[in-house]
């Protein structure tokens, strides 16, 4: 345990409704544990007389009803099994991943190395909020990163590849969205509809549409709870370094300019968005423009020459 985060202190050691017990939050990056990890965590919670281990909605795992006289080789035994103690106060909490391209089928990008180096570089930061990090491998928003403080989405928008396509059409019944349709045999794209899930891609049977590569998008001022809220776009990036370098320069504003006391969905207005774009503009960190990301269509066969048919 990391001799700064003393037991007073410590953001993982929550009260339960018997004062004479205390709940054990503990610090497991995209939910992930091998089999020896787990196998511990059950001898220590067994040793410890523990009745049950609660598996939470952010993919941490809490041992509640711990004796607080107990709790001090209770966190040293959790350390050595690589579980350690967690976070839940005004910090970065515990980094929350969907399996993304490790078994998706569906993802656009790798999520648990990404919430693992999220996890290293960030985990625990006391900040003036509470800070969760939220990373999704499409669209789709299995591991709701728009409603974190920071949210990373996996997206891919499909291509132009003029002269090609046969007009057949299984793109545009592959989208969920209905932002393809078919013009005179051509597609034509709306883009207020496409979130960039990148089905159309992978369902084209003659390989004709492609994507430019993964992208990661990065919303923040997600917010949970009794109101909740979706957070906005702050960028979009093309590689996982400059993902974590644009939560880097977040939490790094968020501790120079938020307060205390309200949630940073409200204090956004405080961030200055556009001086964080040109920031991370300055120190190097591509945003892909929306320009960029425009959707494209394709021509039918034999059409060459003509423009595309965009919506
Ligand atoms: S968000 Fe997308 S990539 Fe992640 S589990 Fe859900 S469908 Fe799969
Ligand atoms: S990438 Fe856009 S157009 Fe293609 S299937 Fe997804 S939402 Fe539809
Ligand atoms: S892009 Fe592919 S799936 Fe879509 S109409 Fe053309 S050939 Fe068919």
Not at 65 to 85: F, M, Q, S, W
Not at 247 to 266: I, N
Not at 273 to 300: F, H, K, M, N, Q
């Amino acid at each position: 345990m990391d001799p700064r985060r003393t037991l007073e202190s410590a953001g993982g050691i929550i009260t339960q409704r018997d004062p004479r017990r205390c709940i054990v939050r503990l610090r497991t990056p995209a939910g992930l544990l091998t089999p020896a990890q787990l196998e511990g965590l059950g001898r220590i919670a067994r040793r410890a007389g523990l009745p049950a281990v609660h598996l939470t909605t952010r993919q941490t795992i809490e041992l509640p009803d711990v004796d607080p006289e107990t709790i001090g080789p209770l966190l040293a035994k959790l350390a050595r099994n690589g579980t350690p103690l967690g976070a839940e106060r005004n910090e970065v909490v515990n980094v929350v991943a969907c399996p993304g391209t490790a078994t998706c089928r569906l993802a656009s990008i790798e999520t648990y190395a990404l919430a693992q180096e999220l996890d290293r570089r960030f985990f625990g930061i006391e900040l003036p909020v509470k800070m969760r990090i939220g990373i999704s491998g499409c669209p789709n928003m299995c591991a709701g990163e728009r409603l974190c403080e920071i949210g990373i989405t996996g997206i891919r928008r499909p291509l132009r590849d003029d002269g090609r396509c046969t007009g057949c059409g299984t793109c545009a019944n592959t989208c969920r969205e209905d932002a393809i349709v078919m013009v005179n045999g051509c597609l034509s794209l709306d883009e207020s509809r496409c979130v960039a899930c990148g089905m159309c891609v992978d369902y084209c049977p003659f390989a004709v549409l492609a994507d430019d590569g993964p992208q990661y998008r990065i919303t923040i001022g997600g917010r949970r709870g009794r109101h909740p809220v979706l957070g906005v776009d702050l960028a979009t990036v093309r590689t996982p370094e400059e993902a974590v370098a644009v939560v880097g320069a977040v939490l790094d504003r968020c501790y120079r300019r938020a307060y205390a006391g309200r949630h940073f969905a409200d204090q956004l207005d405080l961030m200055d968005l556009d001086g964080l774009r040109a920031d991370l503009a300055a120190r190097g960190i591509r945003a892909v423009e929306p320009d960029c990301l425009a959707l494209s269509s394709t021509r039918a066969a034999g059409s060459e020459g003509r423009e595309p048919d965009l919506a």
